[in-house]
């Protein structure tokens, strides 16, 4: 069962302190060595750990579901992230980064609030045939893995981003409006992820039988569900993940995660509760 660790926000703060000397210089994507490579320690109260291994402070991770797609990542050192930012769901958060998986009504927006340092959208534009981003501010690191979209008549390339979340070693994933299966490419360019936030709507983005397919694909430890509407679709999926993921209905729409303190089983948070806004 997951051994939580409070990262209550009066406390990010001392965290950003402690760890900060520890940090390097600069963030390389998730990748097979560096997820698997971290010491399995485990503390009960964030102060201990900060005593007995400072840098590992620097893998934790405030997870909040703020409505439909959209997801508040919230680090250490004070940086917040929403996930298919788009003017409703989050707004008001004073987000630092966000991201916009796809250009649809319900995923993106142009009406950013002030104070965004980075707003990354996930497809082509302006004659391009590929967005890419590769952003650090702080103490993370976000960057976009391109994925096609069914469209009117066929299929429109790049027009949909899997973005990648990475804090310290805590590797965490935004599927966004994913169609297709992922190739060998993607799941390189994704690396190791720890936290996967997966669409579970079964038609607008894909047959929950075929998302299943890329969950298996990337062996996430946690899913957080999204892009859902009501407790059928919740149980649905729940159903088809028994035999892997163990479910957990949580309380609030809001955990912290640390590398240390994954669960040891894989596990699926229905931070979503029924879904919806």
């Known amino acids: 069962m997951f051994a939580a660790i409070s990262l209550r926000l009066p406390l990010l703060a001392l965290v950003a302190a402690v760890f900060a000397a520890f940090a390097p210089a600069a963030l390389s994507r998730c990748t097979k060595n560096v997820s698997e490579g ?18 590992a402070a620097a893998s934790a991770a405030r997870v909040t579901f703020v409505g439909h797609a959209s997801y508040l990542i919230e680090t250490p050192q004070g940086v917040r992230v929403i996930t298919d930012y788009n003017g409703v769901n989050g707004y008001g958060r004073k987000p630092s980064i966000v991201t916009m998986n796809n250009a649809h009504g319900t995923h993106y927006t142009d009406d950013i609030e002030q104070g965004v340092a980075h707003v990354l959208r996930g497809w082509a534009e302006g004659g391009r045939d590929l967005m890419e981003h590769d952003v650090t501010l702080r103490d993370i690191q976000v960057w976009n893995v391109p994925t096609n979209v069914r469209d009117i008549g066929g299929v429109r390339r790049n ?3 899997i973005f990648g979340f990475r804090i310290g ?19 390189e360019q994704l690396g190791r992820i720890d936290i996967l936030m997966v669409p579970i709507d079964g038609s607008y983005t894909m047959g929950v039988p075929l998302m299943m397919d890329v969950i298996k694909q990337i062996q ?16 649905r999926f729940i159903r088809l993940v028994a035999d892997s993921y163990e479910a957990v209905w ?19 948070y229905l931070l979503a509760g029924n879904g919806g806004d």
């Open 38 to 55: 971290a010491p399995p320690i485990r503390f009960v109260r964030l102060g201990d750990q900060l005593a007995q291994n400072p840098s």
């Open 169 to 187: 070693d805590l590797c965490l994933a935004h599927l966004g409006h994913l169609h297709h299966r992922l190739e060998k490419e993607h799941l």
């Open 159 to 161: 027009g949909n981003s």
């Open 250 to 268: 949580p309380d609030s729409r809001t955990m912290d995660f640390t590398k240390a303190g994954l669960p040891g089983k894989p596990t699926v």
């Open 220 to 235: 996430p430890q946690v899913v957080l569900p999204m892009h859902y509407w009501g407790g059928y679709q919740a149980e």
